[in-house]
């Protein structure tokens, strides 16, 4: 198990960016899968970026706009989502989330796949 604390969140104008980190507690193997969701206000959590040994995805609303990183390995990972040309839509809930589920097969996206999880940060973006 690994702990996952994000930062970064805030409010921003439309068309403008935001880069949000998420501190990893604890130890994370290169090309454990990671990923960061979002819950908009009045719909379900859901992926938005996800990085595994297997490359990395991204949903349709944030292709070409937000792009997942990360810096350090082992016992100082810090996982980023760079967001650009932010939209009025994009305002939610962000979390980070890490550790597939054993034999997981679906999608890289769902929210099912991964077992630890941040306590999320605000992104409010105004028109």
């Known amino acids: 198990q690994v702990q996952l604390a994000e930062s970064g969140g805030g409010s921003v104008q439309a068309g403008g960016s935001l880069r949000l980190s998420c501190r990893v507690t604890?130890?994370?193997?290169?090309?454990?899968?990671v990923a960061w969701f979002r819950q908009t206000p009045g719909n379900e959590r859901e992926g938005i970026a996800s990085r595994d040994s297997g490359g990395i995805e991204y949903a349709e609303s944030v292709k070409g706009r937000f792009y997942i990183t990360s810096e350090g390995t082992g016992n100082g990972v810090t996982l980023m989502l760079q967001m650009n040309s932010l939209k009025a839509e994009d305002t939610g809930v962000y979390y980070c989330?890490?550790?597939?589920?054993?034999?997981?097969?679906?999608?890289?996206?769902?929210?099912?796949?991964?077992?630890?999880w941040g306590q999320g940060t605000q992104v409010t973006v105004s028109s």
């Open positions: 604890g130890y994370l193997a290169a090309g454990t899968p």
């Open positions: 989330a890490a550790r597939s589920r054993r034999g997981w097969g679906g999608s890289a996206l769902s929210r099912r796949r991964y077992m630890d």
